[in-house]
């Protein structure tokens, strides 16, 4: 009856959705050749243009709604980005590359790997701009314009603020509220600076807690301060004086000489366009589909290339389904690791990291895959995104290199484990439990009551046997001594360019490098054309439409969508409860903790 009453509700919200879409259909076909049309019509037309990004818009690290290419929005990802801009750079028609930013949603870490790509640009000779009505307003935009000093000229509107207020980090603890509440913690964790729990298990923060934040803050400071003192030619004391000062005007700004120029949007576009002739602007978006096109016209070419296999670790990882954007399933990403090292095309893994841990098992069983792969002579090399922490950190053990960004959260090596008990809250609302149990562990993991003794050591136990496990894979694959090991693990974070200081990674740089490095093993040039080939395979947007719907068993649905060609702007909602129903109910929660920017 289950399977009857999901199968009627999938082909509910599959009629209602196919509903729209055939209403839309001849808007979307008409949509779809303008939007793909019209990007290559300005490349064939123009012989000269520049490249406009909007920094401000989200970038993600992984597609997590591929089925967005349906509806010709396809996800520009942070990597997709970089791409676009390292074709540019080799790209004869496109003079320039000019950018709109006021407050960019990416991490340290990204930011970095966003500016090595504009870096490359520049070093092909082009020029390159950045406007900004205001950089931050009121404050916050210390690392926007960190980006912005990426490239040669920094506009800002007369009107407008450069925010500079260093870095700070905010963290609730709720255990109070939770008392009020009657829920109580169990937790063990090995050790002090494992504090991923403490706002729910703890009224106020540690000093190892504090400590490895402070750390992460001055680290980050730095690399800042050394990317605006080689921008503004200033001495590092005077930058660092400015980005722990208050927030500049417009004028303050360019008399500190931290902008070049003060002025409006037209009158920077009308400066790229006298510096470089320019004949039109193409968007970030419009010129990936350039670069599409371009790579199917040469996918025989690429098949002949050296392959390298791209693998993502991203989220969480866990045993088990994962909603979309939350993390990725461990047997997913270890199937893709098998399949890439068993295809007699791949020559090398590049696996890009950028996940906060998650299951001590799950995490287990990705490393397993990795050391097969290794087993079978696949060189490993992982690129590090804004976090490789933890179970992060575990996964990328196996690897041949580590290449991290300098402000790469990593490390993070130790273990906890956590129970809630409610036993208090249910004695509030007048609710009592009875158990009736075989064995002495028969209702450990219950939340109704604490743990026995008994219970507590089992407990403590299988924490200590999973740091023990880490520790030693650590200490094996980093070449540390135990004594080495102990220094750097106990749960502490580092920033990348601190964890190259004491071995937890072998290089910085960002996805690109990892790729020159992957050449490297296998005895490339590092410049050396490959055909780059993601595992799992990309699908094409209707099969992700299908899958995220969970409509493949159904044929007359699948069959409907088939004939649709069109692209209709996204129906996020109605996707989005369409998923949900086709999976059953579900209940979502806010996470216990948060972490500033």
């Known amino acids: 009856m289950r399977l009857i009453g999901k199968a009627v509700t999938i082909v509910l919200a599959v009629i209602g959705l196919i509903a729209v879409l055939i209403a839309g259909a001849g808007w979307g076909i008409l949509h779809t050749l303008g939007s793909f049309g019209g990007a290559e019509a300005v490349y064939k037309e123009s012989d000269r243009f520049v490249l406009a990004l909007d920094l401000d818009a989200p970038m993600p690290e992984r597609d997590d709604e591929p089925w967005r290419a349906a509806f010709g929005t396809p996800t520009t990802t942070l990597q997709r980005a970089i791409s676009a801009i390292d074709s540019a750079a080799a790209d004869p028609r496109v003079v320039g ?87 109580s913690t169990e937790l063990v964790r090995r050790w002090e600076y494992k504090n991923a729990m403490d706002s729910a ?108 296999a791209l693998i993502q670790v991203t989220g969480l990882i866990a045993r088990g389904e994962v909603m979309p954007g939350d993390g990725q399933n461990s047997d997913d990403v270890a199937q893709a690791i098998h399949d890439a090292a068993n295809d007699p095309d791949v020559r090398a893994i590049v696996l890009r990291i950028s996940s906060p841990g998650g299951s001590y098992v799950a995490s ?29 950190y575990f996964v990328a053990l196996p690897a ?36 009736v149990a075989l064995g002495d562990y ?23 046997n999973a740091y023990r496990d880490f520790t030693e894979k650590v200490g094996a694959s980093r070449h540390l001594s135990p004594e080495i090991v102990d220094k750097v693990a106990r749960g502490r974070i580092w920033t990348g360019s601190d964890a190259l200081n004491v071995g937890l990674v072998d290089t910085l740089g960002g996805q690109y490098e990892a790729i020159r ?19 799992p395979e990309e699908q094409d947007g209707l099969t992700a439409l299908l899958d995220s719907l969970n409509l493949k068993q159904l044929a007359s649905a699948a069959a409907t969508f ?23 109910p579900a209940l979502l929660g806010p996470p216990l903790s948060h972490k500033a920017p």
Not at 400 to 425: H, N, R
Not at 519 to 526: A, N, R, T, V
Request: no cysteine; charged share 20%; net charge negative.
């Open 400 to 435: 041949s290199k580590v290449v991290a960004q300098p402000a790469t959260i990593t490390g993070s090596i130790g273990v906890y484990a956590f129970k809630p008990v409610l036993q208090e809250m249910w004695s509030k609302l007048n609710v009592t439990w009875e158990t």
């Open 442 to 464: 028969a209702t450990m993991w219950s939340p109704h009551h604490s743990f026995s003794d008994v219970q507590r050591s089992q407990f403590e136990k299988g924490v200590d």
């Open 562 to 584: 088939s004939r649709l060609s069109a692209s209709l702007q996204p129906l996020n909602e109605v996707m989005g409860h369409a998923r949900v129903a086709s999976q059953g």
């Open 517 to 535: 490095l992957a050449k490297q093993e296998i005895g490339l040039d590092p410049d050396a054309p490959i055909n780059l080939r993601p595992f």
């Open 201 to 308: 298990a703890r009224d106020s923060m540690s000093e190892p807690h504090r400590i490895s934040l402070l750390r992460l803050l001055e680290s980050w400071r730095d690399q800042v301060v050394d990317g605006v003192a080689k921008h503004t030619g200033l001495d590092k004391e005077k930058v660092g004086n400015l980005l722990d000062g208050a927030p500049l005007s417009a004028r303050e700004a360019l008399s500190h000489k931290l902008i070049d120029h003060i002025g409006y949007a037209d009158q920077a576009d009308d400066a790229i366009q006298t510096q470089t002739s320019a004949e039109e602007r193409m968007s970030l978006d419009e010129y990936l589909g350039v670069v599409d096109a371009r790579q199917k016209e040469q996918q025989a070419a690429r098949a002949k290339m050296p392959h390298i």
């Open 97 to 183: 590359l000019q950018a709109t930013l006021s407050d960019s949603p990416l991490s340290m870490a990204e930011v970095q790997e966003l500016r090595d790509a504009i870096g490359r640009f520049h070093a092909s000779g082009k020029p390159t701009q950045v406007f900004s009505p205001t950089i931050g307003e009121a404050g916050g935009g210390t690392h926007s314009y960190y980006l912005a000093t990426a490239f040669d000229d920094i506009w800002l509107q007369p009107s407008g603020d450069l925010g500079l207020s260093g870095f700070g980090i905010e963290v609730p603890f709720v255990h109070n509220a939770l008392k009020e509440l009657g829920i």
């Open 364 to 392: 287990d069983t990705i490393w397993r895959e990795l050391m097969l792969a290794r087993e079978a002579e696949i060189p490993v090399i992982v690129s590090m995104g804004d976090m490789a922490a933890s179970g992060g």
